[in-house]
């Protein structure tokens, strides 16, 4: 916990256990987005608080009001929903989004928990700690383009994922999660996909037991510190509670689904996280609850968060018998319009004709009206090493993002499905590498999303686009964003020779090829501007027999 966050809750902890209200101070200020987090006593004691949680209406026992009264601050005002935490112990967790002095002051029926006072004062983080740790710019939003992803400061966000379905099972350790997340960030993933469930795959991952109506604190709280430390590593969580199944309207009900997400919204809403309604929500024809059900539980999620942070929801493509009866690759082509989607997921599924689709539909999707950014968060995985190659997810990343997409995911070896020795899973139809002596971490993919990384973060990405049309002369795969006449970056997924458009860029411009399978960028050299360039990559046919895929970087 930090030592700021500490402070104030310990003081709380102590002194909020009755008697007149508390005016709190803290002496040393916190840091924009650190969290604040209060523990309250209840005086009535209840058998099962969570249960009690209304599922139609906004009804809380616990709200704290923050009011800005100094700074920046002033004049703003939060007021968050609390959420029980076992016995009479209640909680309210607030991330303060600007700085300057914060009063707060709390609101209940039980006088354990009503009108308790305090205030603290909150500073700006110094550049080199925002460099170590991007989550400290604040929530991911979308930018005024509704092209791209940013943090809350302004600062750009491409989404590079990892599959983090089922590491909320109850076997695995602290430590093998701490290796994943330590492994990810250095590879400069800044994204966790996680199923926080309340439906698992398995009652091992399930935070609530099969009435759906018992919440496991332990592994609740487990949960807690597991997205604390994606967090302190610089890794924003994607959140889904639910995984659509069939006859879920009967097996869980519209009750019990709000009910949980209500809990989740007050518990982690402090978190830099991101809400995703549920897996595959389309599976079954929305698992016999319908569209409008899942339409209004985006609104009922958008409204209830006091940060109004990005909302989504994770689709299963028409091929697989689940999505059959609710077709759709991206959840552009059914939910575009509604207002509380703000970026859209594409799912192509798995295998090669699967990965062949991720282009075309993200070109589709990038058209829509109006913008919204358009992420895949699940495209072929690198189940076992070699199937897919590597080559094949360079090439469903780059096409993704050099067609439009705002960034992309990845899912392979044990972490996709958590396989790990403290906690076997079977893979099912699905390839697995069943030993443990390899690090799937390392598969070929996965660094080649890491050089992916690498290279984005070096260019203003978010200032370019597609145009597949400055591309002449070579296969059908035409991969090219651009900001014509300043940048280009073409993605040449055979290698040979491929020539750019640059008759409206007049000038002298440096180029390199980087390989996207290694990280190594070659020597730079120049070119003019002016007219159609051709650009031969290294390494060509009958020199080099391999199949080797590059890009082409060409920059005033």
């Known amino acids: 916990m930090n030592a700021h966050l500490f402070r104030i809750a310990l003081c709380i902890t102590l002194c909020l256990r009755g008697g007149p209200p508390l005016q709190a101070s803290v002496s040393d200020p916190l840091r924009l987005w650190e969290i604040v987090e209060l523990s309250l006593q209840a005086r009535r004691a209840d058998p099962n608080p969570y249960a009690a949680i209304s599922a139609d209406t906004k009804e809380v026992l616990l709200e704290v009001r923050f009011t800005g009264t100094g700074g920046e601050a002033k004049g703003k005002q939060f007021t968050v929903a609390g959420f029980w935490d076992g016995g009479r112990t209640w909680k309210v967790r607030f991330a303060p989004p600007l700085p300057g002095t914060w009063e707060y002051r709390s609101f209940s029926t039980d006088p354990g928990l009503s009108n308790k006072k305090g205030k603290f004062r909150v500073v700006e983080w110094e550049e080199e700690a925002l460099a170590k740790n991007p989550t400290r710019r604040g929530l991911v939003q979308v930018a005024g383009s509704g092209r791209h992803f940013q943090y809350a400061d302004g600062t750009p966000f491409l989404w590079i994922g990892d599959t983090w379905w089922n590491w909320t099972k109850r076997e695995i350790k602290f430590e093998s999660y701490k290796t994943l997340v330590d492994d990810r960030a250095e590879k400069g993933f800044n994204l966790g996909q996680l199923f926080v469930a309340g439906n698992g795959w398995g009652r091992s991952a399930s935070l609530l037991d099969t009435s759906f109506t018992v919440l496991d604190l332990d592994l609740m709280r487990k949960v807690d510190s597991m997205i604390v430390y994606a967090n302190s590593k610089g890794i924003t969580v994607w959140v889904h509670p639910w995984w659509s199944r069939k006859d879920m309207d009967k097996t869980i009900g519209e009750e019990k689904i709000k009910r949980w997400w209500r809990y989740l919204v007050r518990r982690l809403g402090a978190y830099n996280v991101i809400w995703v309604l549920a897996g595959e929500y389309n599976m079954y024809n929305y698992g016999n609850l319908g569209l409008p059900f899942w339409d209004s539980l985006g609104h009922m999620v958008k409204s209830e968060d006091p940060y109004r942070r990005i909302v989504s929801v ?3 493509p028409p091929f697989w018998d689940g999505g059959a009866e609710a077709p759709q690759w991206s959840t552009a082509e059914t939910l575009h319009q509604a207002p509380w989607m703000d970026y859209n997921q594409i799912q192509v599924g798995h295998g090669r004709m699967a990965n062949e689709m991720i282009p075309e539909i993200v070109r589709a999707s990038f058209a829509e009206k109006p ?14 090493e070699g199937n897919p190659t590597g080559r094949d997810i360079r090439f469903g990343a780059w096409s993704a993002i050099l067609s439009g997409a705002a960034g ?7 972490v996709w499905l958590a396989h790990l020795p403290e906690s076997p899973a079977g893979g099912g139809p699905w390839p697995l590498d069943a030993g443990f002596e390899d690090n799937t971490l390392n598969y070929q ?3 080649s999303m890491e050089y992916l990384a690498g290279f984005f973060r070096q260019i203003p990405w978010w200032e370019m686009l597609p145009r597949p049309e400055l591309v002449y002369e ?6 090219c964003l651009a900001n014509p006449g300043s940048e280009y970056v073409l993605y040449l997924r055979w290698g040979g020779v491929i020539k750019l458009d640059m008759r409206d860029a007049a000038g002298t411009f440096n180029y390199a090829w980087f390989n996207p399978s290694t990280g190594e960028t070659l020597e730079t050299k120049t070119t003019e501007g002016g007219a159609i360039r051709a650009f031969a990559s290294p390494a060509l046919y009958p020199g080099t027999r391999e199949v080797q895929d590059w890009v082409l970087h060409v920059w005033k």
């Open 314 to 316: 994770h689709n299963t």
């Open 445 to 447: 993919g996965a660094r």
């Open 371 to 384: 913008a919204k950014p358009v992420v895949v968060t699940e495209p072929w995985y690198e189940f076992v």
């Open 474 to 479: 070579y296969p059908r795969d035409r991969y």
């Open 408 to 414: 992309h995911s990845y899912g392979g070896g044990h």
